[in-house]
């Protein structure tokens, strides 16, 4: 089964509005970390935000926050006032504290791209 | 602090051959992750090293190996290329923290290989 699912494989939107890209995920660990990267066309993957399982608040990272709904399994990305610079792929992923398998579990990403 | 570095950043082998990837971890990070990525499986894990010792590992054949120096830096190997290895190698480095579910792992630029 898929531990982490983004439905939205494209996404086009205006220069200077707000974007949420969704994210889905499965475990039954208690404790998880749940982070966003970001991957331009450079192939170099960029982190931007992390969400713990037991963080009371959503994380914020200047234009980035995370929206957090724990019972129903969702981490969404809020990127607002969007820039040009904001095109690109954007991975969602989960680590589970699971000692001897402490891997990234990505989604199949994203693909993100603003209008001017 | 100097990010995650990779060396080189692409290459170019034919089948049969085999292929040495470098990367280097941000200061202080114990931990290196090695991941491929290719249009068609996504962001798939290959292993994880800390202290020098492979603490995790993936689903891919024994062709693909690690190590990693006292310095923290790894190197990756790939024998006998065949042409489906072709990919995006992805180095990531973090500070190792066991359970892994607050451990952010920051990667590096990425070596592109192309197996004619």
């Known amino acids: 089964a898929q531990k982490i699912t983004q439905t939205q494989p494209g996404m086009f939107v205006q220069e200077k509005e707000a974007v949420t890209l969704d994210c889905t995920y499965d475990t039954s660990d208690p404790s998880y970390g749940l982070f966003w990267y970001k991957q331009p066309s450079s192939g170099e993957m960029i982190f931007l935000i992390y969400?713990?399982?037991?963080?009371?608040q959503n994380a914020t990272e200047g234009r980035y926050s995370l929206n957090f709904q724990k019972a129903r399994k969702s981490a969404n990305l809020v990127i607002s006032a969007s820039q040009l610079g904001d095109s690109a792929m954007y991975f969602c992923a989960m680590r589970e504290d699971n000692f001897g398998n402490e891997k990234l579990t990505f989604g199949t990403g994203t693909r993100l791209t603003i209008i001017p | 602090k100097a990010g995650v570095t990779q060396t080189p950043r692409y290459l170019i082998k034919t089948r049969g051959q085999q292929v040495t990837l470098s990367c280097s971890p941000i200061?202080?990070?114990?931990?290196v992750s090695w991941y491929q990525q290719t249009p068609g499986q996504g962001l798939q894990f290959l292993f994880e090293y800390f202290s020098e010792t492979q603490r995790n590992k993936g689903n891919f054949p024994g062709r693909f190996s690690g190590r990693q120096f006292s310095n923290s830096r790894s190197e990756m190997n790939v024998s006998t290329l065949e042409l489906g290895d072709s990919a995006l190698y992805l180095c990531a480095s973090s500070l190792g923290a066991r359970g892994g579910s607050t451990d952010t792992q920051y990667f590096g630029p990425g070596t592109r290989l192309t197996v004619l």
């Open positions: 200061s202080g990070h114990r931990s």
């Open positions: 969400q713990g399982s037991y963080d009371q």
